[in-house]
């Protein structure tokens, strides 16, 4: 991953919210006769000043030694009054009494309650239904799947849907929350952090305190995020991006008026905040993920398993090889190979490209026995880099490509890390995958999935990887077949459209709940 570019060092917001979330307690318990050093650092919430919501950090001193600590709480607790007392704007598509949310309280939770939300879609039949697309671009996956859903209702239902997507944290939070993206990035970079902070979160008594004490922060910012686009539905395609809404729309009264649901983009392994009880539905990309749906307290009515979301063009017929190849550059009659590495271009790709080169060129008869397809994404330095090697056997270079169904439906087999959309992609193309790395926890059980299932094999190692690609072009060709079949009988191509469909049915049958009431 590319360092960040900011100046601030990238933080997890969780784990700071773990921290104050842990020492908070009833001031009316504290005992001000008593004088220690530092007698008490505490976060307290008044939830008796109605209507607004006090938070500060106490610190009682006696040395002078505290003072600059004492400035730091002070500043800190005016920033936490500034954005607690700030009233957000009504659901334009729900009629609530602005006199109401002037009154509204705090539900103990950080979230806002008091307001009686009450539809107006009934009468507003006609109009476009609006749909949120909640992701955050931790990872490419998550755009993607978005991107996806919103093409594939364009296509299905034209303009009788209006689709919106947000990144939740980076755009309807303060700092440090709105540092999502870097902090994922920066965890992810270094490894072991990334892992320890997945599962350290893991156990449901640590990602509901944290998102319970983070809810107190930053519920007022997100309830204005949400009603900036006034949706009949809202879509999670992230697993930060369930807690905080569904408290801000049960709070509000409006669980029963707008559509929530999640789509979980992890296609095996995946994070216990994927799932929240409260959503209407759990659109699951396998058997594995909808059985730990269950396990987490969703009912078999919530869950439905449609696959993975990809760009609708993966559905169209695909062209022979050969004319795609002559398209991209490539030659018409080599057996080819793809090779990614993400949207980053990040990975051994160079040392990968030169093994490759070496395995595929046969040196009895001075000649190719495969070709290469890299796909570098916007890692301009790499492409370069590549263009200037003076390769045995053709090599293809490209930057960051928007038709990738056509890179995929040119070559014969595909080197990856386990992202589970390219996993998905592949599938559908009928692409054996050999998979040189992956993310520790959501990326994890991919690699059994490939595996296990007959789609592909493992390797971190660029000679081994492209010994196996060697061998698939040659003496072993018929296992390149078998896994291809595999990959195919695995993938789900419609997934998109049958979770839009769906959706369509969910608002349908809501909007006749008023008509059959009145009736």
């Known amino acids: 991953m590319q360092p960040s570019t900011v100046s601030q060092e990238p933080t997890n917001p969780f784990g700071f919210v773990s921290k104050l979330g842990s020492l ?3 001031s009316s318990r504290l005992n001000t006769d008593v004088h220690t050093t530092c007698l008490s650092n505490y976060l307290y919430f008044d939830a008796r000043k109605n209507p607004k919501i006090v938070a500060s950090l106490s610190l009682n001193c006696k040395d002078a030694a505290f003072s600059s600590i004492r400035r730091v709480m002070e500043q800190f607790n005016s920033a936490i009054k500034f954005h607690c007392e700030r009233i957000p704007l009504s659901f ?36 476009p239904k609006k749909v949120l697309i909640l992701m955050s671009d931790t990872g490419g996956g998550h755009r993607a799947s978005a991107e996806a859903i919103k093409a594939a209702f364009n296509e299905e239902f034209g303009e009788d849907y209006q689709v919106f997507i947000t990144d939740l944290w980076a755009d309807h939070t303060p700092w440090p929350f709105n540092q999502l993206p870097k902090s994922y990035n920066f965890l992810v970079k270094h490894g072991t952090l990334w892992k320890m902070t997945y599962y350290a979160t893991a156990p449901r008594v640590i990602h509901r305190t944290n998102f319970a004490a983070t809810s107190t922060f930053i519920a007022r910012e997100v309830a204005k995020g949400l009603m900036k686009y006034q949706p009949d539905i809202i879509i999670s395609v992230h697993p930060l991006m369930q807690h905080v809404p569904l408290r801000i729309l049960r709070s509000k009264g409006l669980l029963d008026k707008i559509v929530f649901t999640t789509v979980v983009t992890d296609l095996s392994t995946c994070h216990p905040t994927w ?25 078999r009515s919530q869950t439905k398993v449609y696959g993975l ?46 093994a490759l080169s070496n395995a595929l060129y046969d040196e009895t008869n001075g000649e190719p026995t495969g ?19 003076d390769f045995k056997i053709p090599v293809e270079v490209k930057g960051f490509v928007t038709k990738i169904e056509e890179c995929m439906g040119a070559c014969n087999c595909i080197i990856t890390k386990a992202g589970p959309g390219t996993i998905a992609e592949a599938m559908i193309r009928g692409l054996p995958i050999i998979l040189n790395n992956y993310i520790a926890g959501q990326e994890a ?23 196996i690609v060697s061998q698939w072009f040659g003496p072993r060709q018929d296992e390149l077949i078998t896994m291809s079949q595999n990959a195919l009988r695995l993938a789900r191509p419609d997934a998109v459209f049958k979770i839009v469909h769906d959706l369509h049915e969910l608002v349908r049958q809501r909007d006749l709940v008023p008509q059959i009431c009145t009736a």
């Open 371 to 389: 070709q290469i397809l890299v796909i570098c994404g916007r890692n301009k330095k790499l492409v370069n880099k590549l263009q200037s090697i």
């Open 275 to 299: 799932f929240h009880k409260l959503v209407t539905r759990c659109y699951c990309p396998s058997e594995e993920v909808a059985k730990r749906a269950l396990r987490a307290g969703l009912q």
């Open 92 to 127: 334009a598509s729900v009629r609530v009494d602005p006199a109401e949310i002037n009154g509204c309280g705090d539900d103990g939770n950080g979230v806002l309650e008091g307001s009686e939300g009450v539809p107006v879609n009934a009468a507003a039949s006609d109009a």
């Open 445 to 467: 059980g991919n690699v059994p999935y490939v595996v296990q299932n007959g789609c592909g094999k493992f390797s971190k190692s660029p000679k081994e990887i492209a010994r």
């Open 24 to 26: 908070v307690f009833d």
């Open 309 to 354: 979301p990809v760009r609708p063009s993966f559905v169209k017929p695909v062209r022979p090889k050969g004319e795609l190849r002559k398209g991209l550059g490539m030659d018409e009659h080599l057996p080819a190979v793809l090779l990614m590495g993400g949207g980053e271009g990040m990975g051994p790709i160079e040392a990968t490209a030169r």
